[in-house]
């Protein structure tokens, strides 16, 4: 139990991670593109085993805690203790039950459609396809695009009866992940999952507040206009001009991103720049012509190429034979070079941004392969999903005229359309990357009973987001699980986080270009000084504290949201004008 002592175990810790690591990641691969009893049991053992051992490290590296160790000794045996998203108590039986449920809810998710048909004597959709079921994909590509609201909330309601017989299996989650989470020092889940910051779990969950009171002006004003936008299409029937704004009209299952009701936003005056799905479509592009230019960004800032198992293993689009999980995501199966993307890609503009947000994981990933296992990571989760969304930042029109998609660079009359675009996903977005964990964090520290699942997930979509079911909720309705991170049981804030970080690292990555211009005009392609800030930092992958990572980009140690008020402040000042007689809020 000395210092030398430590050193040796997590050696050897590292090594057997690793091992384990790569066969869940191959196990979960073939469960995640081939939903079936089979794949799920061979993934629900893989998992078994990696969180057996984890635990087991996890306990071993505790006994630690206090001896005297260097600050990077001490580091990694932390890491080692957090390395789990779901701990398992030390019991094989829970820790066996733990991984099925996980393999369990994932498959249901992935597998889960609307079949409009099976609910008969209830108020029927128009325009709908019977005797037809329909995947999450189809349904979202409607919801993107139907101004049916009869439609639009029959889909809102039909997807969500995915999520019903999840509750159970949750429930029991929470309970295992609890006890797991007990034994290796943590008071519950909640408290684990907010300890990975580099700070003590509180001050985390303070400074995301503090981070939204920053944000949430815009935030508001943005609700204001969009109200009074839906208000004017669809009239006081379906869309009351005050109070809050009905859940199934804004583009999105989840309400989460509002881009797809753009044209329902904007003014009659206000054309957008481009509409980039019409570009993508008519460039002929294929799905993987989408992706070679998602590349082609990132070896333009001097990133090494996509290796060729890459374009060979990669999941691109949705198969017709069988059920995947469609939800976009970005793998590393061997710790190597064995990077992958699996999407269900559509040919929109949409898809073609989550293109460029999942290569920045695989980009990440590969940069830092070198680090030692438990350093493989980000330096926080919400760096890793900054990095593709920095990029997809660059997505300008100038770019797209440089890469042909564009002929001509619109004038700056066009800004507040493009900002407006922007915002809408964007800016939209944050409130509810907030409140996914807030849920979590009260299920986990059980401030919220199982009995009040619903309501208090839909008391936080109401505060915080001023939205609304289009119907009655109840307790037989589990709306979180409609969503994927929960079943997926992927941590939400980090996607909070990078909202903020994003713009941070845009603003950065910009000055070292040397463009003085507006943010939102600013695009790093093919610059070398700003690729390499970037490759340097993502590089350290978690070897320091997540403020150094920040500090060796941007110059900061904090999150700082002034970038991101920065960025839209042009909007901000429009918005402002035009809800100047409005009644705001909700
Ligand atoms: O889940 C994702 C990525 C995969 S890491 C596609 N995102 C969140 C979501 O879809 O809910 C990206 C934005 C937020
Ligand atoms: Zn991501």
Known sequence: MDAEGAKAFLQSAQDRLEKVAEEVSHASWLASTYINVDSQFTEALAVERYTGLAVELAQEAAKFDDVQLDPETRRMLTMLKQGLVFPAP?????????????????????????????????????????????????????????????????????????????????????????????????????????SKYDMPADEFAADMDNQWGKVKPLYEALHCHVRAKLNEHYGDEVAPASGKIPAH????????????????????????????????????????????????FFTSLGFKPLPETFWERSQFVQPRDRDVVCHASAWNLDGQDDIRIKMCINKTGEDLVTIHHELGHNFYQRIYNQQPFLYKEGANDGFHEAVGDTIALSITPKYLKQIGLLDEIPGEEKDIGYLMQQALDKIAFLPFGLLVDKWR??????????????????????????????????????????????????????????????????????????????LHRCSIFKNDA?????????????????????????????????????????????????????????
């Open 249 to 296: 009209l804004l583009g999105n299952m989840w309400a989460q991103q509002w881009g797809n009701v753009y044209e329902i936003v904007k003014d009659d005056d206000m054309e957008a720049p481009y509409d980039l799905t019409k570009l993508v479509v008519d460039s002929g592009m294929s799905e993987k012509d989408m992706v070679k230019a998602g590349e082609t």
């Open 90 to 194: 030390n019991d094989p039986k829970l820790t066996a039950e733990l991984a099925q449920i996980g393999s369990k809810m994932q498959g249901m998710y992935g597998a889960g459609k609307y079949c409009p048909d099976e609910s008969a004597g209830e108020d029927s959709a128009t325009g709908e396809d019977k005797g037809k079921c329909y995947t999450l994909t189809e349904m979202g590509q409607m919801m993107a695009n139907s101004r049916d609201p009869e439609l639009l909330k029959d889909l809102w309601v039909g997807w969500r009866k995915v999520s019903p017989p999840m509750k159970p299996l949750y429930e029991r989650q929470v309970e295992i992940g609890n006890a797991g989470a007990k034994e290796l020092g943590y008071d519950n889940l909640s408290v684990m999952w907010r």
């Open 441 to 518: 964090w009260q299920v986990f520290n059980g401030e919220v009973a199982p009995g009040d699942y619903n309501k208090a997930w839909w008391k936080l979509r109401e505060e915080y987001q001023g939205i609304e079911a289009p119907v009655q909720r109840s307790e037989a309705n589990f709306d979180p699980g409609a969503k994927y991170h929960i079943p997926g049981n992927t941590p939400y804030s980090r996607y909070f986080l990078a909202h903020i970080q994003q713009y941070q690292f845009h603003r950065a990555l910009c000055e070292a270009a040397g463009e003085t211009g507006p």
């Open 530 to 586: 700003a690729g390499k800030k970037l490759r340097n930092m993502l590089a350290m992958g978690a070897s320091k504290p997540w403020p150094d990572a920040m500090e060796a980009l941007t110059g900061q140690r904090e999150l700082d949201a002034s970038a991101i008020v920065d960025y839209f402040q042009p909007l901000m000042a429009y918005l402002q004008e035009q809800n100047k007689d409005r009644q705001c809020g909700w």
